[in-house]
T-cell receptor, first 113, second 114 residues
Framework: EAQVTQNPRYLITVTGKKLTVTCSQNMNHEYMSWYRQDPGLGLRQIYYSMNVEVTDKGDVPEGYKVSRKEKRNFPLILESPSPNQTSLYFC????????????FGPGTRLTVL | AQKITQTQPGMFVQEKEAVTLDCTYDTSDQSYGLFWYKQPSSGEMIFLIYQGSYDEQNATEGRYSLNFQKARKSANLVISASQLGDSAMYFCAMREPRGNQFYFGTGTSLTVIP
């Protein structure tokens, strides 16, 4: 089944404790992206990647890191999480062309205390 | 400036009626893509419909149609014959090929009343 998977789905952590949210897709998509969703703000792009070893900042990259060592995986790293990073996070992927929809993972709800 | 603007935080519609969800966008590119996604209360993001900036005809997918008015930079979603299962959050989005970024609006919460 074609899908985007994220782990964990739910995470409660404390300020400053490094964490990684994994994202994997099995559709051989070139484009992968991370978003955060906050009430009243919609989805905002954090980072995106056009292909292996190519990553770019989105609108809200501060406090996050990403890497794209393999085509299928695009982990999101919070080196020192803070409470303002409490949010719902989505990973998404699409073919490289511009006019194709993104396929979203199920979301990761992160709470930073 | 906001790339995508959705001015209706919440909308109500009677079951079996049609409803229009508004979306305006801001871009200086000639080539871009417009998308609508649905997010039910369960949280997943579901792709509904796509419109390319060069498409002359409005996109349609079943009960969904996109009313594309390029000169006005609007891409409204029309849902015909609303069903209770259409109650959800709806997001308008745009992709600019030049920057490879996706931009989403703040969403419209649609409630279908029996």
């Amino acid at each position: 089944e074609a899908q985007v998977t994220q782990n964990p789905r739910y995470l409660i952590t404390v300020t400053g404790k490094k964490l990684t949210v994994t994202c994997s897709q099995n559709m051989n998509h070139e484009y992968m992206s991370w978003y955060r969703q906050d009430p009243g703000l919609g989805l905002r792009q954090i980072y995106y990647s056009m292909n292996v070893e190519v990553t770019d900042k989105g609108d809200v990259p501060e406090g996050y890191k990403v890497s794209r060592k393999e085509k299928r995986n695009f982990p999101l790293i919070l080196e020192s999480p803070s409470p303002n990073q409490t949010s719902l996070y989505f990973c998404a992927s699409s073919l490289g062309t511009a006019f194709i929809e993104q396929f979203f993972g199920p979301g990761t709800r992160l709470t930073v205390l | 400036a906001q790339k995508i603007t959705q001015t209706q935080p919440g909308m109500f519609v009677q079951e079996k009626e049609a409803v229009t969800l508004d979306c305006t966008y801001d871009t200086s590119d000639q080539s871009y893509g417009l998308f609508w996604y649905k997010q039910p209360s369960s949280g997943e993001m579901i792709f509904l419909i796509y419109q390319g900036s060069y498409d002359e005809q409005n996109a349609t997918e079943g009960r969904y149609s996109l009313n594309f008015q390029k000169a006005r930079k609007s891409a409204n979603l029309v849902i015909s014959a609303s069903q209770l299962g259409d109650s959800a959050m709806y997001f308008c989005a745009m992709r600019e090929p030049r920057g490879n970024q996706f931009y989403f609006g703040t969403g419209t919460s649609l409630t279908v009343i029996p």
